[in-house]
């Protein structure tokens, strides 16, 4: 089945500065790459996506690249800034199945 | 809009019981799906109900189950607690599918057994 690694497991970095979060998946099949945001007690929130048809998005400060042949996705927050402070999941599905989830990344971001 | 709301919130069970858990979803979306998040193995997928069936379901044993109603809202099922199911089980709703809409994650229920 899929399985999903998520690197790295946390990040600080300085406010201003870029934080980038890889993923790794190991099914072929998959098409469909959301990224959510959880905040400290609060619910996930999905702040981007892309599937497998699309190399890139962007979505304002952040985007996501997607390199299908090697099998790995990346987050890319730039200009960071200190409410961007939380775990971060990337997740892949094939389709018509289930989403699964990498282990998160606990983003902090100092002023 | 209101958003996905989960009832109860928090809950304490002890070993051996059962428990069943709701989730009402945004109005007029049909796609609920059940996560299960713990420190230890992050965010993982239940199962899926879309239109009263179960669409898809993930790597967890028979104990736990759900089921939709004609109104959208589930309930998710767990029989025979141990202790490793204590967790915060967090639902989410989508328009029809995530893979097509974005789904919205409700607050969740803290889960703990004893």
């Known amino acids: 089945g899929e399985n999903v690694e998520q690197h790295p497991s946390t990040l600080s970095v300085q406010e201003g500065d870029s934080a980038v979060i890889k993923c790794t998946y190991s099914?072929?099949?998959?098409?469909?790459f959301p990224w959510y945001k959880q905040e400290l007690g609060k619910r996930p929130q999905l702040i981007i996506d892309?599937?497998?048809?699309?190399g890139e998005k962007k979505d304002q400060r952040i985007a996501v690249t997607l390199n299908k042949t090697a099998k790995h996705f990346s987050l890319h927050i730039t200009e960071t800034q200190p409410e961007d402070s939380a775990v971060y999941f990337c997740?892949?599905?094939?389709?018509?199945?289930?989403?699964?989830f990498g282990t998160g990344t606990r983003l902090q971001v100092f002023p | 809009k209101a958003g996905v709301t989960q009832t109860p919130r928090y809950l304490i069970k002890t070993r051996g019981q059962q428990v069943t858990l709701s989730c009402s979803p945004i109005?007029?979306?049909?796609?609920v799906s059940w996560y299960q998040q713990t420190p230890g193995q992050g965010l993982q997928f239940l199962f899926e109900?879309?239109?009263?069936?179960?669409?898809n379901k993930g790597n967890f044993p028979g104990r736990f189950s759900g089921r939709q109603f004609s109104n959208s809202r589930s309930e998710m099922n767990v029989s025979t607690l141990e202790l490793g199911d204590s967790a915060l089980y967090l639902c989410?709703?989508?328009?029809?599918?995530?893979?097509?809409?974005?789904?919205?994650f409700g607050p969740g229920t803290r889960l703990t057994v004893t």
């Open positions: 989410a709703s989508s328009l029809v599918s995530w893979q097509a809409y974005e789904q919205y």
């Open positions: 997740a892949a599905s094939i389709p018509d199945d289930k989403l699964i």
């Open positions: 109005s007029g979306h049909r796609s």
């Open positions: 099914d072929s099949a998959s098409n469909y």
């Open positions: 892309i599937r497998s048809n699309v």
């Open positions: 109900y879309f239109s009263e069936t179960q669409r």
